[in-house]
């Protein structure tokens, strides 16, 4: 009877794979790795059922205060810019499409009802050089940068390498934003006041908890397996957390840190899972992107939060984390290579390396 269950399980999943760009998954590896994601999915559904009541932010007024977002045009995005728009902060959307994300924003929001102001500029985070220039154009225009979310990203992409020779998951989600954060650092520190500290927020996944740095080969270029490179760029983002929170600890920077799950929420970023093609699945149980976008504004804004860096955040709490982030020394290791890469000398000046 369990065979076949377990027969009758393995060729339903099987159909379900056929429709995506990954395809059925071809070795016990990578159906191991498939069955890690629906666990670690299922637990991510049940945590944000529960801790529902919990997911919620204040909004409150912050004329004086300037955002930078990558992404915003879609997704949990799109929600978050609405409301930091909603607190009259001054937002810059760092998007692939500029005009097109103005409009997004413009069907969501009433712009002439906020004291906020919007701004879009062209970036796309996995390269280098738009990084740059996207870096370079807020420097010059603004003397500070209050908040920084690092939102931008892909999931189970088929292999690509960008611009620079990076596997795509591990440029997008990780390494541009390593780089756009090294920028943007003295804009932080200059809007950071005691008792009010200027804000990072990488968002993150809880799939960082099945992620594995392989330093060996992090573009996946021996062996690429779309769910292998979505946790480790999502891992990356922790230890990069946890490892600049200790930096800004030791210079006494009025700059905070934080990692965020933004909890499994129903929105484009799962055009190649499995999930999309099982009907009606993701609108019954997943998070709308609005309630997907409390917990990384909370990190952004909340002042019972004021002071605590290098924590990882979920469903308005502090959430479970890979355990190499909790080891100062993998921390460490895994930044000082990610400024190898970027031949980064002293992270944080805002110079442009390469
Ligand atoms: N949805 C979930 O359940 C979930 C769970 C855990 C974590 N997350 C994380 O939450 C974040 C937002 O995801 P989402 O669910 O809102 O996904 P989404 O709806 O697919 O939105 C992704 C956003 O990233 C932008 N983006 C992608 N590649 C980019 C590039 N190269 N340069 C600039 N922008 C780029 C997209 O802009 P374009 O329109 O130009 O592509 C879009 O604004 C991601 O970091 C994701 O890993 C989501």
Known sequence: MLLWLLIILTLLCSFIFTKTTKGIPKSWFEWKTEFRYQYLGIVGLIHDAQYASRDRVALYKQPDRIAVITGGNR??????????????MTVIMGVRDPRSAEDAVGGIVDLSQTKGKLICEQLDVGDMKSVRAFAQKISQTYAKVDLLINNAGIMF???KLTADGYESHFAINYLGHFMLTHLLLPKLRAAGKPGRNARIVNVSSCVNLIGRINYKDLNGLKYYYPGTAYSQSKLAQILFTRHLQTLLDAEKANVQVNVVHPGIVDTDLFEHSATTAVPFFKK????TPERG????????IDPSIEGQGGTYLSNGGKGPFHADAKQPAKCEKFFEHSCALLKIKQYGNG???L
């Open 351 to 353: 110079e442009y390396p």
């Open 75 to 88: 997704g949990i995005g799109l929600r978050i810019v609405e409301k930091l728009l909603a607190c009259d």
């Open 157 to 159: 992409a088929p292999f």
């Open 293 to 300: 976008s409390r917990t990384v504004v909370f990190a952004a």
């Open 284 to 287: 019954l149980f997943f998070k």
